[in-house]
């Protein structure tokens, strides 16, 4: 059973316009979240975190939502830009067993010109 | 800057050979993994090692087996490869969890 959703596996937006990408959990001991970007045959690159204390991050262009009631966090960029065309992945640990992270499985996203 | 070096880029394998996947990392963390990614089910958990000659399983070892016998080094070995191991492998590391770094990772393939 998936612990980390990423339900949409692709996205397609217009360059300047805002990316969403969306992330569900299931496990109630997760306090601490993390997106990584991946390009095609590169190793996934970490982009921001959220402590499960905090419900928002924001690091430039990029900003991260967590909802614990509703158990999602989401990421926005803005504005988005061409060379953001990746595949991203959320990842979730617990506190007790930090250095695991359960990733979920990827959202392939493409910003048009 | 910190770095993971996974030793091939590209590999193919005949199904039945025993393989090895080599990674190094030159940060002196303490943890290191190996996953594998395949299109759909995101990035999988094989192996995991949280010190020097330590493992532990991660969601899916069933075929594969790992070796820490130094601190920057930890290797992944399927012990007889078959067609259903063909993926994307990706090593990392960890000082004390939180934040990976990872290798550029292997693509194997075994025919």
């Known amino acids: 059973d998936q612990q980390v959703k990423q339900n949409s596996p692709s996205l397609s937006v217009q360059e300047g316009r805002i990316s969403i990408l969306n992330c569900d959990y299931t496990n109630s001991m997760f306090d601490y979240f993390l997106w990584y970007k991946k390009y095609p045959a590169e190793g996934p690159t970490f982009l921001i975190s959220?402590?499960?204390?905090?419900d928002k991050n924001e690091d430039g262009r990029f900003t991260v939502f967590l909802n614990k009631s509703a158990k999602h966090l989401s990421l926005h960029i803005v504005p988005s830009q061409p060379g953001d065309s990746a595949v991203y992945f959320c990842?979730?640990?617990?506190?007790?067993?930090?250095?695991?992270?359960?990733f979920g499985s990827g959202t392939r996203l493409l910003v048009r010109p | 800057d910190v770095k993971v070096t996974q030793s091939s880029r590209y590999l193919v394998k005949r199904t039945g050979e025993k393989v090895f996947l080599e990674c190094v990392q030159d940060?002196?963390?303490?943890?290191m993994f190996w996953y594998r990614q395949d299109p759909g089910l995101g990035l999988r958990l094989i192996y995991f090692?949280?010190?020097?000659?330590?493992?532990e399983k991660g969601d899916i070892p069933e075929g594969y087996s790992v070796s820490r016998e130094k601190k920057e080094r930890f290797s992944l070995i399927l012990e007889s490869a078959s067609t259903n191991q063909t993926s994307m492998y990706l090593c990392?590391?960890?000082?004390?969890?939180?934040?990976?770094?990872f290798g550029s990772g292997t693509r194997l393939t075994v025919v």
């Open positions: 959220i402590s499960s204390i905090k």
């Open positions: 990842a979730a640990s617990e506190a007790d067993s930090s250095y695991k992270l359960i």
């Open positions: 090692s949280y010190d020097v000659k330590m493992k």
């Open positions: 940060m002196d963390h303490e943890n």
């Open positions: 990392a590391s960890s000082l004390r969890g939180r934040g990976y770094t």
